[in-house]
């Protein structure tokens, strides 16, 4: 999904963070995927406007996405269409590069969807958390590789350490250049993808800026903390520019019993009801 005919675009650009989650040991798997996919977007007065004509980031997949540290995976990202030209090439991002180790780019052939890279990972002592990022153009896609410690320790079931750094609104090292905050403002939505609709949300700024970012996604319309089903964004810092931008979980299609909380740096948005929601 691409932005429709910007006059000005700029990709998302992610940088570092890292959460420590819950559990430790090979045995023990979080109960969030992170899966996500997120576009630049230009709203019309009756719309949000995208287009597909040019291939962009559909999805990044590990395997394994659970391993003990030490242990090598595979990145394979999927494009919404075969790359066009001679091929192209896609940034790959880690949001803990001490953890795991991901080539800075990597090429997809004229004709391809899909291709496959190596990634190292390091020991960690604590259960640990990295978002996997591709970027291409105005689209970006991501996944959790969920790295367990080698050695004695872990996380404390429940634990969510760097989180409330992520998201304390009295910290000023959350919000880079904009000591004001991002301005944000939300509006709930369904995107709607061949035949789907997905959880998602239109964002913009009034203060263009790096922040981190964050969203929750619960069973039932009232995002109840002990209904999470799903998190993504960890406090991962996100360039959010002049445009608009939409992001959406992608494991949940078509399930309106759902509700969603989305964080931009200090900001929150309200508790989005997906019964009630409108398209994007």
Not at 124 to 130: L, R, Y
């Amino acid at each position: 999904m691409l932005l429709a005919k910007p006059t000005h675009v700029s990709p998302i650009m992610l940088a570092a963070a890292v959460l420590g989650l819950a559990g430790c040991g090979s045995g023990s798997r979080p109960m969030n995927s992170g899966n996500f996919s997120g576009t630049i977007a230009r709203q019309s007065e009756s719309a949000i406007d995208t287009v597909t004509g040019r291939a962009g980031v559909a999805n990044v997949k590990l395997s394994p996405a659970y391993l003990k540290g030490g242990v090598s995976t595979e990145i394979t990202v999927e494009l919404t269409q075969p790359a066009p030209g001679d091929g192209i090439t896609v940034q790959l991002k880690s949001s803990d590069s001490s953890a795991v180790a991901v080539p800075a780019t990597m090429r997809i052939p004229s004709g391809q969807t899909s291709a496959t890279v190596p990634a190292s990972t390091s020991p960690v002592t604590t259960a640990t958390t990295v978002a996997i990022s591709a970027l291409y153009g105005d689209t970006v896609a991501g996944t959790s590789l969920h790295i367990a410690p080698t050695i004695s320790g872990g996380v404390a079931p429940g634990t969510d350490s760097l989180r409330a750094t992520a998201r304390d609104g009295n910290s000023t090292q959350n919000d880079s250049l904009t000591p004001t905050g991002p301005g944000a403002k939300f509006r709930g939505c369904w995107y709607k993808h061949n035949g789907h609709r997905y959880q998602g949300v239109y964002i913009k700024v009034a203060n263009p800026g790096t922040y981190p970012f964050d969203a929750d996604l619960y069973r039932g319309a009232t995002c109840n903390p002990a209904q999470k089903i799903d998190e993504f964004g960890f406090g991962t810092r996100l360039h959010f520019g002049g445009f608009g931008y939409i992001f959406w979980f992608t494991d949940f299609a078509d399930q309106s019993n759902t509700s969603a909380l989305w964080y931009v740096g200090r900001d929150k948005s309200k508790c989005v009801s997906y019964a009630a929601a409108p398209s994007c």
